[in-house]
């Protein structure tokens, strides 16, 4: 509904007041529209003091808007809440933004169009997915290095990749544990070495893929050859047009898992786990030119953050049956799959607090920039603006605010309501049935609101000092004060300002989202808050 006039009185008449009486670190989450009609806010024993008002919105449907407006019954003194931070170490050699995350967005919603994969509609027992052909491994089909391979290679730009695509050889480099390496046999030269195939090879096999099979599932196996291929090919450097501002660094397409031919089948499909990623491309022959050390680095996080999307549609369609789970929720859980490969790579526990400290391996930050840097530079995305867009958002393709704020609510759910392993709440989330909001609500055990009671305070309280606050307002694995302020130049991102005593404050805050405000309360007791609808 429309928000109140701006001549209301602050507490419609009427109105039942709901008292707030907090000590320090203490937090009362008000979720009943009636409790906000008109809010007495005071310090346990009375005295000055400083509230956070968090105005959030836990509606279950995506992009549902909520307008709010709130006045003051009673002056009270100004003053910031928590306004000086403290010291923290500022990265010089941070990204100024993720730009991979908006081109491979764009694929997955052609993805999503191509292969008839909404969310909430399920595939049915009579799935078109190729089930797998056997547990065991048939070594017969498995090639050897110099073997010489052909594969349909999606375009990525186009509105349907299984109807459009091409047939390009590649050579066998390396035949690992669990990944095969082939290269487009019009790679540009002065790219990869031999050197640099085995040691994206030991990467995959060591860390990536153990890693993401423990904490989202079992990779689909539909030709049993145990292995899953890393293409690199420059049809995807074709994809990013010269000088653009976004680069698709890699990608998987579930077309490769669907029959060739038959009902709902992709024409394109190689019937295999396929990775199709980017090559060196030193003089520009396909794109922007892309040095060897630079595309090494890159695909680093994008082959953690597909590899999640393709044990997401093997554990999915082809295991369980079940539909192609939100957006919002299958890319958290890729970009969770890149903060987790970080920690496995620099041996730290799922759930161990981070400092900037931990985790910028300065100079180079080489592990900072392929892992962590760009999940925390989403966040801060948000953080600027945390009321717009929601995690829940329906644009989670095109919003790096969207994905960071998904990402840290997996994030904080996982450190709050995994009850055995923080792997095995990831690989439930997973497995489904259920799809967006409902999926993590049945994994947490709680309703939405409760959810977004503790994570959104906790992305402003994380780490703050304040004496007596419950491990509920925290992130028990990342220090947010520490991280976000240090890739903002120093200054914690997510802002509070003060309400004005004299003039109305309206808003509107998206699902799943909220806004921040200080409210100081005056030494003669209490100030009184009126209208905060958010309905």
């Known amino acids: 509904q429309p928000p ?3 001549g209301d009185a602050p507490c419609p008449t009427g109105s039942s007041t709901t008292t707030v009486s907090l000590g320090v670190g203490e937090v009362a989450a008000l979720t009943v529209p009636g409790s906000l009609d008109c809010v007495s806010l005071a310090t346990a024993g009375g005295g000055a003091g400083s509230f956070l008002v968090v105005a959030a919105n836990a509606d279950t449907k995506p992009d549902v808007m909520g307008p709010y ?4 019954a009673s002056a009270a003194a100004q003053g910031d809440f928590l306004a000086a931070n403290r010291a923290q170490r500022v990265l010089s050699a941070q990204r100024a933004s993720d730009t991979r995350s908006m081109a491979e967005g764009r694929f997955r919603a052609m993805e999503r169009r191509a292969l008839h994969l909404v969310a909430g509609q399920r595939v049915g027992a009579r799935s078109p997915l190729l089930r797998t052909s056997g547990i065991r491994v048939n070594p017969a089909i498995i090639p050897s290095v110099g073997d010489t391979l052909t594969f349909n290679v999606p375009d990525a730009t186009a509105n349907n990749a ?14 690992g544990t669990h990944g095969i390496i082939v290269q487009d046999v019009r790679a540009p030269a002065g790219g990869f070495t031999t050197t640099d195939f085995q040691s994206i090879q030991t990467e995959f096999d060591n860390i990536i893929y153990p890693t993401d099979t423990v904490h989202f599932g079992a990779a689909p196996d539909i030709d049993s050859n145990g292995h899953v291929f890393l293409f ?11 000088g653009s501002n976004s680069i698709l660094e890699g990608f998987f397409f579930a077309g490769d898992l669907f029959p060739k031919t038959g009902f709902n089948s992709c024409a394109e499909s190689n019937e295999t786990e396929l990775f199709y990623l980017l090559v060196p491309d030193p003089t520009g022959t396909f794109s922007d030119d ?34 192609d789970d939100a957006t919002w929720l299958n890319e958290g859980l890729s970009h969770f799959a890149e903060e987790i490969v970080g920690r496995a790579e620099d041996g730290y526990s799922d759930t161990q607090e981070l400092t900037i400290d931990d985790v910028a391996d300065f100079p180079a930050l080489d592990n900072f920039n392929a892992f962590y840097g760009q999940n925390l530079a989403r966040l801060r995305e948000w953080m600027s603006n945390p009321g717009k867009l929601g995690a829940t958002s329906a644009h989670a393709d095109t919003s790096l605010a969207v994905r960071g704020a998904a990402w ?29 909001v409902a999926n993590l609500v049945a994994r947490a055990g709680v309703p939405f609101d409760s959810i977004t009671a503790g994570w959104l305070p906790a992305l402003f309280t994380d780490d703050a000092g304040i004496a007596g606050l419950p491990a509920r307002y925290t992130f028990l694995s990342w220090n947010m004060r520490s991280v976000e302020a240090a890739i903002n130049n120093g200054v914690f991102p997510l802002t509070a300002p003060t309400l004005s005593q004299t003039q109305p404050t309206t808003g509107t805050v998206a699902s799943a989202g909220a806004n921040y405000y200080t409210v100081a309360v005056p030494s003669s007791g209490s100030v009184t808050l009126g209208e905060l609808d958010t309905n």
Request: glycine letters at 4%.
């Open 162 to 175: 299984c109807t459009t695509f091409t047939a390009q050889k590649a050579v066998v480099k390396t035949v």
């Open 69 to 72: 407006q709130i006045n003051f």
């Open 290 to 323: 892309r040095s060897t050390s630079d595309v090494r680095q890159d695909i680093r996080g994008t082959i953690a953050h597909e590899f999640q999307h393709m044990i997401n549609a093997g554990v999915r369609f082809i295991d369980e049956d079940a539909p």
């Open 232 to 242: 690199f090919t420059p049809s995807v450097n074709a994809a990013t047009k010269k």
């Open 4 to 6: 109140p006039n701006m």
């Open 408 to 436: 840290s609510l997996l994030r904080w759910s996982a450190d709050h309501y995994a009850t055995t392993t923080v792997a095995a709440f990831t690989r439930a989330l997973v497995a489904g049935p259920d799809t967006g």
